[in-house]
């Protein structure tokens, strides 16, 4: 290319106008692609497929018994377990998940299939109509919540 070819393109102005529009576009839009791919990458391979079914139930608490598959190996590693109820209106209410038949031991698990034991989710609140275990996972340096457990009451 020659320096008079190069020199043409910057006097015509519809032409810097429109180069300098797709440098914004891509610099404000990478961040929401690459969120996405990251999310479709989750969707496609989880962390964790899980389930529970209710053990026993009072007025305070339900008892989970969790077991399922762990789909990603070491590199993810259990940071924490969230317990929630969940109203009818699809409102999550903050209650502790407890491990109650062992110790919950933090340790790397690798890929398999494991039953994870009773947890006891409460208090549960007076309108609930289910509850949800969450589980925090850092995966080389992301954080991935997943559900490892969905009961209705």
């Not at 993810?76 to 009818?88: E, H, K, P």
């Not at 589980?135 to 991935?144: E, L």
Request: glycine letters at 10%.
């Amino acid at each position: 290319m020659r320096l008079f070819d190069a020199l043409q393109f910057w006097r015509a102005p519809m032409s810097a106008f429109v180069g300098v529009c797709f440098g914004v576009m891509a610099v404000l839009g990478t961040p929401e692609i690459v969120g996405s791919l990251r999310s479709a990458y989750d969707s496609l391979r989880p962390v964790l497929r899980m389930s529970g079914v209710i053990a026993s139930r009072d007025a305070d608490a339900v008892i989970l018994h969790i077991s399922g598959e762990k789909m990603r190996g070491e590199e993810c590693r259990l940071l924490a377990v969230y317990g929630y109820s969940v109203g009818a209106d699809g409102l999550l209410k903050d209650a502790d998940a407890k491990r109650i038949d062992a110790p919950q031991v933090n340790r790397q698990r690798d890929k398999g299939v494991y039953d994870i034991g009773l947890w006891r989710v409460g208090p549960i609140a007076p309108d609930a109509v289910g509850v949800r275990v969450v589980a925090q996972h850092d995966c080389v340096g992301r954080v991935i919540l997943s559900t490892i457990a969905e009961a209705s009451l």
